[in-house]
């Protein structure tokens, strides 16, 4: 990942606290990656106030702090930190859509849900009973994000699960391509950031397809629907290429498995004949939507077509990717590993993951330093630089 050097960055301030990295165990292959960035960049970093007893621990061999959540029969559990965390600048990271994971309960075998490790974050936050220096939550996919807004008498367990967070201590929320940014208006005065891995996609795309031409006669960005509309705009106009839109006819009469049935997926945009298309959105849940999309796009001549999104969840399973792929519906399918993928989607043929862990490591590098992460969060220069270097 071309990201600028961590030693050309301007990060010779001294830290916030001594850092700290809680994985929890849902995110641990992941942050296993961020720490190994971070001691790498520690040890190579001429830092200006290495002698100074304020950086006696700067460059260590991890930054993991050892931290469990173990349970008793009765399912019910309790949060344990093994070091010391007084005075550190702690970053917990939980992928809340782990399913892998599992526990017992009353002997019986439970997998672990979205719910529960939101509690067993809530637990780590609470064992470090109030003793680190500043708390970070790197919380890829936001808990409870797709429940954002009311449109009936329900509950809003977003905000309410922010809210939650900052009144335990939570100084900063870092999420990546939340559903609606709009949620952090539930905690205006801490820090929320939503971070787009746009970057991640464009290098992803042309290592699918190292002859890709990203030109508006050769190449499109589609949106599957009105709300991944900013996304998709984004990435056309850093692409310099046209850009439409799929607007999702749901039947708002009827419910089916929680949802409004969409009726007909009409599209707004320009004429996609033989173009490359690239399919952006935030998550892959069933992947219906994404499927039909690209049904649609075939149906008007599109040529090579690149699934994107940053969250694959694929609560369906697979095999409906392998048949579209199959009858040649998709070129290939982009999504990055914030959340877990299993061993299946990983060998797929038609599958390039897109890894984030260098990407989170400079945040946390930098944040630790107080630093700004502007530049890292508008990603533009990086992808121009990309982009002509790929040209040349």
Request: hydrophobic share 40%.
């Amino acid at each position: 990942m071309e990201f600028p050097s961590a030693n050309k960055r301007n990060l010779e301030t001294i830290p916030v606290g001594e850092l700290g990295i809680i994985p929890l165990s849902s995110c641990e292959t992941l942050g296993k990656k961020i720490d190994a960035h971070i001691v790498q960049w520690r040890q190579e970093r001429e830092h200006e106030h290495l002698g100074s007893p304020l950086l006696e621990s700067y460059a260590k061999p991890s930054y993991l702090v050892k931290a469990s959540v173990p349970r008793f029969g009765s399912g019910e559990a309790k949060g344990i930190i093994h070091d010391s965390v007084r005075g550190d600048d702690l970053y917990i990271l939980v992928d809340v859509c782990n399913y892998s994971l599992t526990y017992s309960l009353c002997g019986h075998t439970n997998r672990m849900s979205p719910d529960d490790h939101f509690q067993d974050l809530k637990r780590i936050i609470a064992a470090v009973g109030g003793k680190a220096r500043r708390l970070n939550v790197i919380m890829p996919f936001l808990y409870e994000s797709r429940q954002h807004k009311r449109t009936g008498r329900e509950s809003l367990d977003c905000a309410l699960a922010l809210q939650e967070l900052v009144k335990m201590g939570v100084d900063n929320i870092i999420t990546f391509d939340a559903h609606d940014p709009r949620v952090q208006n539930a905690i205006p005065l801490h820090g929320f950031e939503t971070v787009q891995p746009v970057y991640q996609f464009i290098k992803g795309l042309y290592r699918a397809a190292p002859d890709l031409k990203a030109d508006p006669e050769h190449l499109m960005i589609i949106s599957p629907d009105e709300g991944a509309a900013s996304r998709a705009i984004y990435m056309a106009n850093v692409l310099g290429v046209d850009m439409g839109m799929f607007y999702k006819r749901r039947d708002y009469a009827h419910v089916v498995n929680g949802r409004n049935p969409i009726v007909a997926h009409e599209f707004l945009g320009a004429d996609v004949a033989g173009k490359d298309v690239v399919i952006l959105d935030d998550m892959i849940s069933s992947g219906d939507s994404m499927l039909d999309v690209s049904k649609e796009l075939k149906k008007r001549n599109a040529a090579r077509i690149f699934i994107c999104s940053t969250f694959g969840l694929f609560t369906n399973g697979l095999e409906k990717f392998d048949r579209a792929h199959e009858q040649g519906l998709f070129h290939s399918m982009l999504t990055t590993n914030l959340v877990y993928q299993t061993p299946e989607l990983l060998e797929k043929p038609y599958y390039v993951g897109c890894d984030m862990s260098k990407y989170i490591a400079l945040i946390i590098d930098t944040l630790n330093h107080d630093g700004s992460i502007s530049d890292l969060l508008n990603p533009t220069d990086r992808i121009n630089n990309f982009l002509q270097k790929h040209r040349n």
